[in-house]
């Protein structure tokens, strides 16, 4: 089954709090959301598979396969039963994925990017790097619920509990859980990495599903590109927790308002 979704898809299944807050931000359009309507009947309908080899540009194939390999993980987490962690978990594992990977290597409407190493890939294995990502953020996730005891308390799941489900909605199997366990491995004996060093290797695994560093001659050149990648994805994850924190509030307001007013109709 073939999906396309956008922020747009939150809403079917995230109450308004967590619409509001995802909905405020003026985020420009990039890759395959540039399109014309004319353009997006052609290559996302049932055209699709025959005009997308003619009409995509290399951005917009890998754009559209990463948004492809990351539809597969939408039907696992429809399936959980409680809607405020469902929305937690698409947030998390959909959305925050999707738009690190388009705000770090698309160009937005005025052709502006922080990096370009998708311009002249040499491959794309975009489903690892769908996968990758997942993984990443799944490991960062765990951290924030380990170290963070407030941001915790919030979310409504320490880590184990919080890796249960997440094993039990998408199988011990899924490449998402191998990418994270990864991430784990590499704080321990005999790596000892720190957090900064682990973004690092996970930014560089992304850039070595285009490039292969030995046998391309710009690579090297790019590397004030990859600080820039670092940055940015340092920020990216700092403020997925802010407007976590604020989609619960918002929630919370909500909710209580509304008891508030049953209390009085009583």
Known sequence: MTCYFSRSFFRHFAPSPFQITLESGENMARGIWKNSLLKIFLTRSGLGLFFRPFL?????????????????????????????????????LIEIPQTLFEELF?????????CSFIDDAQHAQVSQVAYLTQG??????????????YFCRKFGLDVIA???????????????????????????????????????????????????????????????EIQLCQEFCSWKMANARHMTLAMLAELEQEVGGELSVLSRLK
């Open 106 to 114: 698309l160009a937005n409407e005025s052709n502006q990017r922080v």
């Open 56 to 92: 995509y540009s290399t951005e917009e194939r890998i754009h559209f396969d990463l948004i492809e390999s990351l539809t597969y993980s939408t039907e696992p987490i429809l399936q959980i039963i409680d809607w405020k962690t469902r929305a937690l978990f698409y947030y998390w």
């Open 162 to 224: 919080m890796h249960q489900l997440v094993c039990s909605v998408f199988g011990l199997e899924h490449p998402m859980i191998y990418y994270e366990k990864k991430f784990c491995n590499l704080e321990d004996a005999p790596q000892n990495l720190s957090q900064e060093n682990i973004q690092a290797v996970y930014l560089d695994k992304m850039i070595q599903a285009f490039y292969d560093k030995k046998n391309h001659t710009n690579y090297h050149q790019k590397s004030h």
């Open 136 to 149: 990443y953020v799944l490991y960062y996730l765990g951290k924030l619920l380990e170290m963070d005891h």
